[in-house]
């Protein structure tokens, strides 16, 4: 079969996915009086489309901020005012001002998801698509299950079609962005940065120009983005933060300035090596890595974390699925689970179960992960040579990863099952979503481990390149 | 004998699949490292096929919460009734409109599956409870489904091994048994009607394969017993019993033939035909037997045959009557515009057929029951006739089912739509064999298909449809398509028009009407558009397969002499 007819399937698949997780329910429904994230989106459409520009990010009469705010960057907000202008068209009632809080009807549902449904086409997919395509080195087929296992990704697609937002769009232009780069890669020179710099400038200033007729405007909207007073996580996520406050009640016993202050410093502590790394060595792989590495350095030293931040670490390592397709999956999995307290409020437990067994399938499918568990499939080769002669039990490592997998997979499912079926001890209510909580936290802290030594370890990349070239 | 044109075939059961040449292909081919042909067979034993039944399986499983036909409610009624009631009263219970209409081994089935949907949801089980749909029950019935075609996928399998696998060294991708597993298994039809419109055609058809599986592989009684135990299930499958009756007399009870291939009536076995006897009357027995003692065998029959529903369902199945009755409207209309016709003497009903049941002939006579009878006899008897006088194997026998099938949903009284899988599903196994079967699979799948567009007209349920029909059919092309590279196109320009047309044809059906002022004028043209033209693709699969099939057996005969 030819490569297009493949990727055509692939994509046919996902998309069928994407839509039957839309039938099911989504954040907040028939939950008033602050109902959910859907809500959310829905008022931002009215917002945008009743209010002028200039009383966006203000609390007013018509604006209660208070009530699902704007706290998104300008260009989310021209979003929903163009779907507003379409939401228009079909039903005014949808958008009116004050009159629409908290509208909710089966039309209503099946507009809002289609909006989803075709940003996701428009703008994440065939950056998926473009991107596999360009994979060097890769058989047709390698890079169509790639392909195949990034568009069935389960976290993007349940928090996207199922709990609702339009994470794909944002994930989606960053894709594009490290396409483009990946592409001009090797030509990457002073020029080339230049021109990167004023087009990122040039598309900032698009986006803000608007709000530039007074420095107050500007600054409101930096305050609404830059929620400081929000604390130092919130709800139940799986970063460092919040796992540790099992043990010891950060949030009660520092200032939220030297909260803040002390996760700045862990990221950025955290972050450095790779960076340096990137610095010294660049290279189109440790740029991917190191993608992953900062990424999951701010999920889980960075202040406000929400659990669905997790999806910005999930992007870069879909990207590198092809490469370490085991710890890859066994990272998305992982980041699924992590959610899986939000998706069970959300009432996606059955959509849950479904994604993440055919995304597990899939994966095990296309790239047979559990025959790749060597210490060269995980790209752990000269870490190895370097650290067997210190630790010789080591050596039958394959096995021991895989059963490693086997166990967190088990681990999880048993979590999940316990939280979806039994009912906490009173005293405990929230019981559950800790133990989701730090388990995935625990796994992450390995998972950051583990792609800081490939990265720091990998002495093939730039200088072999060079000699091929 | 056996000509040696036949591509099937028979690989003992139980032997593994022929192991994938992928997984000790030279190292270049491995390079790629995640190859997905090498990465899926793994150890060779063919793990892509457990991937892809469980894939299917978790789709189904995304399409729980989808909308649910009356069908629905049909099967939760029967739970009731047969979860509450004795025996006795099974085929007398009438408290909703939906009464039991299936033979006793279906009934029976609903009475296991009651014992365990009490745990799900008791109130289902109340009779009176009518259109009761909790999630525990929608839950329930779902899962039974899903659950169910646990057997399908064991046929699908055993089809699987019954095609030879004589690309040994190809892809994966390319190889007939694989294709054969992703048409059967992923199969559009079956995942919409069973799945988001509601039914358990699933685990039949899955009897079905398996008998057929059974016969490609010689086991004659198990695929007999199979057969007869299906027929108890659903009756709907006695349209295909011919083919069994008498490939079975044929090659099964006359064990050998003459040199030239005709009858020799002194190698027929009569133990082999009291054997068959004895399973059919045995099986039959099990089934009927309690109602014959009850005396209610008349009011079981008179409900498995309800005769008094119209010609054709509320929508026309895309058959020969379909055709039939555009032509009389068409005449109709053309009649009373030149006043040939008197349009006092039209009643009202005529023109708004279509939606009701019972359609009145304006122009051409009115069909009876019997006359559907005899038509559907004389369309099933050639392709009889052949398999008799021209036995041609297992493959001849599956060809003859695929006419009977055919030839009675195209003639038969009050056929469902859904009835077009009777013959795409056992289609399947041939257009993996054969460019030019292909072809026919191709026509006959895709119109098939898409008549089922009309089963689902919810909104949300809209993208799924496309999506899912677009899946199949950009994979049953392309795969078809790289298995026959060498024979030329499968599809002729003027095929290859009709089938493209069915794009614009769903756009103005789904989009354009419903936005332009016809819609209330005119409620039915979509339907009827949708029927009548998918009547003519499957009337010309039917022809072209009847005519592949009686023109082969006449080059086999020219070979024998």
């Known amino acids: 079969m030819d490569k297009w007819s493949l990727m055509t399937i692939a994509v046919l698949l996902g998309l069928t996915v994407r839509w039957t997780v839309s039938l099911g329910s989504y954040s907040g429904a028939g939950k008033p009086p602050m109902y959910g994230d859907y809500e959310a989106q829905r008022h931002w459409q009215e917002v945008t489309y009743n209010l002028p520009i200039n009383q966006w990010y203000f609390n007013t009469s018509d604006n209660n901020l208070q009530y699902w705010g704007l706290d998104y960057p300008p260009l989310t907000a021209y979003h929903s005012l163009l779907c507003a202008c379409i939401a228009k068209l079909i039903n005014p009632d949808w958008i009116g001002l004050h009159t629409s809080r908290g509208y909710e009807s089966q039309p209503h549902k099946l507009f809002m998801r289609a909006t989803v449904f075709i940003a996701d086409l428009l703008v994440y997919i065939p950056a998926v698509i473009m991107y596999c395509c360009y994979l060097k080195e890769t058989s047709t087929k390698k890079k169509v299950s790639t392909a195949l296992c990034v568009l069935l990704y389960p976290g993007l697609i349940l928090i996207d079609h199922g709990h609702f937002q339009y994470n794909s769009v944002s994930l989606g232009f960053a894709l594009w962005g490290v396409l483009f780069l990946s592409n001009n890669w090797d030509l990457l020179g002073l020029v080339l940065l230049i021109k990167i710099a004023v087009t990122v400038v040039a598309a900032f200033a698009m986006c803000w120009l608007p709000f530039c007729t007074e420095a107050e405007q500007i600054l409101q909207v930096l305050r609404r983005l830059f929620a400081i007073d929000r604390g130092l996580f919130e709800d139940k996520v799986a970063n460092i933060w919040c796992s540790l406050s099992v043990l010891i009640k950060i949030k009660n016993i520092i200032s939220p300035q030297t909260q803040l202050k002390l996760s700045f410093a862990f990221t950025f502590l955290s972050l450095l090596p790779a960076c340096i790394k990137l610095t010294l060595q660049p290279s189109l792989r440790g740029f991917k890595f190191a993608l992953v590495s900062c990424a999951l350095s701010f999920f889980l030293f960075s202040f406000q974390v929400h659990e669905k931040s997790v999806l910005l670490v999930s992007l870069p390592v879909c990207l590198i699925i092809n490469e370490i397709p085991f710890m890859a999956t066994w990272f998305l999995l992982v980041s699924t689970f992590s959610m899986l307290p939000l998706l069970l409020k959300d009432g996606l437990l059955l959509a849950y179960i479904g994604t993440t067994l055919a995304f597990l399938t899939v994966c095990t499918a296309s790239f047979s992960i559990f025959e790749k568990t060597s210490a060269e499939d995980l790209q752990l080769k000269s870490f190895s040579l370097s650290i067997w002669g210190y630790i010789p039990w080591l050596k039958p490592f394959p096995k021991i990863v895989k059963s490693l997998f086997l166990v967190s997979i088990t681990l999880m499912g048993v979590l999940s099952l316990i939280s979806a079926t039994l009912n906490p001890p009173q005293k405990l209510p929230d019981l559950f979503p800790i133990f989701v909580s730090v388990v995935s936290c625990l796994h992450f802290l390995i998972f950051l481990m583990y792609f800081n030594i490939v990265l720091l370890w990998d002495s093939r990349n730039s200088r072999n390149q060079k000699k091929t070239n | ?561």
């Open chain 2, 1 to 561: 004998m056996r000509p040696a044109t036949a591509a099937f075939r028979t690989v003992p059961a139980g032997s593994p699949l022929p192991v994938c040449a992928c997984a000790v292909a030279p190292q270049r081919f491995c390079q790629g490292g995640c190859d997905m042909a090498v990465a899926a067979t793994g150890g060779g034993s063919g793990g892509w096929f457990p991937a892809l039944a469980l894939g299917v399986s978790l789709l189904k499983c995304l399409l729980i919460p989808t909308y649910h036909s009356t069908d629905f409610e049909v099967h939760r009624n029967w739970l009731a009734i047969t979860h509450n009631l004795p025996v006795s009263q099974w085929y007398y219970e009438a408290t909703s409109e939906w009464t039991l209409d299936y033979p006793p081994f279906f009934a029976w089935f609903e009475c296991a599956l009651s014992h365990i949907a009490k745990y799900f949801d008791p109130e289902m089980l109340v009779i009176q409870n009518l259109n009761y749909a909790s999630y525990a029950t929608v839950l329930f019935q779902r899962l039974s489904v899903i659950l169910t075609d646990t057997l399908f996928i064991y046929a699908v399998r055993e089809c699987c091994r019954c095609v030879s696998g004589k690309r040994i060294g190809k892809d994966l991708l390319e190889k007939p048994m694989f294709v054969l597993a992703v048409l059967l298994l992923w199969n559009f039809g079956l995942l919409i009607v069973d799945h988001i419109h509601f039914q358990y055609n699933g685990f039949l058809f899955g009897l079905m394969l398996l008998s057929v599986a059974r016969l490609f592989q010689e086991r004659h009684l198990e695929g007999a017993a199979l057969f007869a135990v299906l027929l108890h299930f659903k009756h709907i499958y006695i349209y295909v019993a011919p083919a069994y009756g008498v490939y079975l007399l044929r090659s099964y009870c006359l064990t050998e033939n003459k040199a030239d291939g005709s009858l020799k009536w002194s190698s027929f076995s009569f133990l082999r035909i009291t054997l068959l006897g004895l399973i059919v009357c045995l099986v039959s027995a099990l089934s009927l037997g309690p109602f014959i003692v009850l005396g209610q065998l008349p009011q079981l029959i008179s409900r498995l045959f309800p005769f008094k529903r119209g010609l054709c369902h509320a929508y026309w199945a895309p058959n020969f009557w379909a055709l039939y009755n555009a032509v009389d409207k068409a005449l109709a209309v053309i009649g009373v515009k030149y006043k040939f016709l008197d349009p006092e003497k039209m009643q009202k009903a005529a023109m708004t057929g279509g939606l009701v049941q019972e359609f009145q002939h304006t122009v051409l006579p009115s069909v009876t029951p019997f006359a559907t009878l005899i038509c559907t006899v004389v369309s099933i008897l050639p392709s009889v006739f052949c398999l008799w006088f021209k036995p041609q194997g297992p493959r001849g026998f599956l060809q003859c089912l695929i006419l009977c099938a055919l030839s009675s949903f195209m003639f038969g009284w009050h056929v469902h739509e859904k009835a077009i899988l009777l013959a795409i599903l056992p289609l399947s196994l041939l257009s993996v064999q054969r460019a030019k079967d292909a072809g026919l699979y191709l026509i006959l799948t895709t119109t098939g298909h898409f008549s089922l567009f009309p089963l689902l007209f919810t909104a949300p349920e809209l993208p799924i449809k496309i999506l899912l029909m677009l899946l199949f059919t950009v994979y049953s092309f392309s795969s078809l398509r790289t298995l026959f590279r060498k024979n030329g196109p499968l599809l002729n320009w003027l095929e290859i028009l009709y089938l493209t047309a069915l794009v614009p044809l769903e756009i103005f059906c789904e989009i354009v009407f419903p936005l332009s002022p016809w819609k209330l004028k005119l409620p039915f043209i979509p339907l009827l558009l949708t029927s009548v033209y998918c009547a003519l693709g499957i009337t010309y699969a039917w022809l072209k397969l009847y005519v592949s099939v009686l023109t082969e057996s006449a080059t086999v005969r020219q070979k024998v002499e």
